[in-house]
């Protein structure tokens, strides 16, 4: 089985990576990391870079065609590779190029999808005495469909308390260069999702996203809100012995 | 890279008349209806009102699914002909005393219907709520020519009393509350009584006296149409107030201006729309009125007919592989209702008739990407807009299609590239390369001296520079780690992560 960490991850986050390794480990997976992975081009796509996206597409498929599975921390990184890297080698003319990326894509698992419908694992082991109030994040839930896979692992956690997030089909702003480009439109999208973390009472806000959560973190940070955002494998890592 | 160039420029529809284009990009829009509290207000109450009551009546339906898919499939299999299904429309159409006149844009549909109203004699005309007119400008248009036009619907009625905008497809005062409708009435309507109160009924029953004389003096009606049967040349109206029932049956005269997407082949395919349409667009079991004609009848409704085919745009929309789903759209607006950007914005943000993530691929389709360029990144790709509609247009992925052609005609325009692409050329290019991008990444860690160090607790990064700034504008930012993921795979398992 082999790792997609992420760009995210890798650079910014990586104690999501190490976690992500620890859960599949204890699960019994061996874990291979090939070191020639990037970006699944998810960026580009979506802000319509769609030629700049076909090398990156490319390095993808070589990098992780030889691998039965492969899996994400990241419903939105596995809904591009899923969705996406096929129409942008076609939209190159490489029908070749789209062909692999079919067939890697369908091998392509964010981690819930890959715990609960490959391995067969509700309950991972872990422990986590927190309240948690989970946003399942808008690609997991509608371009991946996982439902309620996250939720079914969380009950499964020791002393973790799940509370229910309200309006939580609701995007939380983010939406990667719309972050940026309709700020405004972002944060306002932003302030009510966080109201609605704050109406849980919740310690933590869990994901399984890192750039949702960096969008809710970030504003949650901002506001001193005493609301910790933490990825779900992070929880999914969590045992009596070792606090993440 | 680029689909194969079309053997003619695409037609789009014309500037300077009708609405499909705003004054202002989409961003500067909605950071003033943003900061309108009241709007936020009426917006945020209205759009969640309709969407429980959609989720209700669509979750008693069984079969929903299979009713979407029969949809998609009837529309998309109705675009694949729409040349056969339209002749055979005007052909029907006429056989059953009707008049079929084909508007190759705005300013044509305007001159057709002005020509035909100043033909019988008449200087008003009342009219049916209708998106097609909407679209044209064709109330300016008539009152350039001398005609007065009076809308009927009480949405509609609100907005043009107001001097106002639509800003939703099915609601199109949704951004007013029931305090702000009885101030306008009160201003604008003459005659009105002074003790009127906001009560709904109350407000809904003095529009009721002021339309009636309209409807019974008025000699011609202007509308629209919701769907044309093919086989029968049947137009259809549904309609929740009535308004239109009196329109399509007392004047003289009745004019529909109709897109030329709103053909399907037969009734039974009626049937499956008749089913799709009420429940998404007002979350109603069935529509209070639905309304069909066919051509004229000695001694009962108009006597005459005319239907005007508006393209505008449309051709263009359909010679697109992957855009020209959005003419599938039945205008229900359950899109707008769950977009989690328009339930914040409303819809003059998008400066279009045609608001939301169905405004979002349809305006900047109809007119060409150039003049509506920003729009189809008013949206987070969250994906619910193609969960709710009733014939599955994947607008999120039309989003992505149309940003691609924004970025291509943008690199075949100008002779320096804008920053935006220079940045994810030179991203591709570290990313395409491991060695290079953990080499990118290494000096990232620049950035934990970049970023001013505020939130020393938590390691967050309060201001970045440039472009970024907009990020920190309300968020803090992750603070690059002393260690990448792979730095540390390297370390710890260096022997598994070994070049293959």
Known sequence: MALFVTCLVDTLFPDVGRATVAVLERLGCEVVFPVEQTCCGQAHINTGYHRDAVGLVQKFVTTFEDFEAIVAPSGSCIGSIRHQHSMIAEKAGDGELAARARAVGARAFELSEYLVDQLGITDVGAAYPHTVAY?????????????AKPLTLLRSVRGLQLIELPNGDQCCGFGGTFAVKSADTSVAMLTDKMADVLSTGAEVCAASDSSCLMHIGGGLSRL????????????????EDAAP | MSDAPAPTAPIHAPAGVGMLRGARTFPEAARQALGDPQLRHNLGHATATIREKRANVVAEVADWAELRNAGQAIKSATMATLD????????????????????????????????????????????????????IGLNN???????????????ELIVQLGDDLPSHILVPAIHRNRAEIRNLFLRAIPGIDPGLTDNPSALAAAARRHLRQRFLSAKVAVSGANFAVAETGTLCVVESEGNGRMCLTLPDTLITVMGIEKVVPSWRDLEVFLQLLPRSSTGERMNPYTSLWTGVHRGDGPRAVHLVLLDNGRTSVLADQVGRDALNCIRCSACLNVCPVYQRTGGHAYGSVYPGPIGAILSPQLTGIEHNASLPYASTLCGACYDVCPVKIDIPSILVHLRAQDVEVKRARRDVPTPEAIAMAAAAWTMTDDRRWSRAQRSSRLARLVGRRRNKARGLIRSLPGPLAAWTVARDAPRPPAETFREWWARERGRDGQRR
């Open chain 1, 135 to 147: 946003h399942p994040t808008c690609h997991s839930l509608r371009a991946l469909g996982v439902g």
């Open chain 1, 224 to 239: 001193q809100a005493g609301v910790r955002t933490v990825h779900l494998a992070e929880i999914l890592a969590a045992t």
């Open chain 2, 84 to 135: 056969e299904q339209l002749v055979r429309l005007e052909h029907q159409v006429t056989a059953a005393g009707g008049v079929v006149h084909w508007a190759s844009d705005a300013d044509s549909a305007n001159e057709i219907v002005a020509r035909l109203v100043r033909e019988t004699g008449s200087r008003e005309v009342v009219k049916v709520k209708s998106m097609a007119t909407q679209e």
């Open chain 2, 141 to 155: 248009a008539l009152a350039q020519a001398g005609i007065d036009a009076y809308e009927t619907d009480l949405a």
